[in-house]
């Protein structure tokens, strides 16, 4: 079953990379490194922040390791942001951002 997973996990990952654009991508270099630079720190720090509200988080280890899991993966809280339109639609439909069927809203 892990093989089955990893595999899977494998091709998924490689079929999505491969519909990134590299021209688009070279474009909003700048963009994508504040996402990935200033975002994705933030989110793993209110993640790591809020971990500790739960009952029983009381090691900073568990709270960063729940921070850093949910923060790149739990797309659901940024389907607001994603379908407002006054967010600019460089951003909200950038290939590199992810989709899931509860993000999608308008914008797919």
Do not use: Y
């Amino acid at each position: 079953m892990k093989v089955l997973t990893e595999a899977t996990l494998a091709l998924v990952l490689f079929s999505d990379a491969s519909r990134v654009g590299l021209h688009q991508l070279r474009a909003d270099l700048g963009l994508c490194l504040r996402l990935l630079g200033i975002g994705l720190p933030l989110a793993i720090g209110l993640g790591t922040l809020l971990a500790f509200i739960v009952p029983g988080v009381n090691d900073i280890w568990l709270a960063l390791l729940v921070g850093a899991a949910l923060a790149p993966t739990d797309a659901a809280l940024g389907a607001g942001v994603m379908v407002n339109r006054a967010v600019p639609a460089r951003i909200g439909e950038h290939p590199l951002m992810p989709r899931t069927g509860s993000v999608c809203g308008s914008r797919c």
